[in-house]
């Protein structure tokens, strides 16, 4: 099994800048694509963001393509997300989690791992 937590969530205003944290522990975390969704109120869960095992390969929901920049850090099992240029509408609750459909699938299966979730709120 795989254990995440995330930290860094927070509340700032339009514009500014926030690192998101996803601590993994367990499992062989380097074996696993890894991405962000989020869910703001009253809306469905959403994809953000992911990357390939390496790290390598990127993938990004239009809504925060050039703002937002995944990362990973397999050494010390560690997955980012930076998120600047910060809108109101980037506000919800954002997850971290793996993916075993593979680092485009932009889904989860039943089988992946998710964390508690942080809250993001971006005030105009």
């Known amino acids: 099994q795989l254990q995440l937590v995330e930290s860094g969530g927070g509340l700032v205003q339009a514009g500014d800048s926030l690192k998101l944290s996803c601590a993994a522990s367990?499992?062989?975390?380097?074996?696993?694509?890894m991405g962000w969704f989020r869910q703001a109120p009253g809306k469905e869960r959403e994809f953000v963001a992911s990357?390939?095992?390496?790290?390598?390969?990127?993938d990004y929901a239009d809504s925060v393509k050039g703002r937002f920049t995944i990362s990973r850090d397999n050494a010390k099992k560690m997955l980012y997300l930076q998120m600047d240029s910060l809108k109101p509408e980037d506000t919800a609750v954002y997850y971290c989690a793996s993916l075993r459909r593979g680092w485009n699938s932009r889904r989860t299966s039943e089988n992946d791992y998710w964390g508690q979730g942080t809250q993001v709120t971006v005030s105009s």
């Open positions: 367990g499992d062989i975390f380097s074996s696993y694509s």
């Open positions: 990357c390939s095992w390496t790290g390598g390969r990127t």
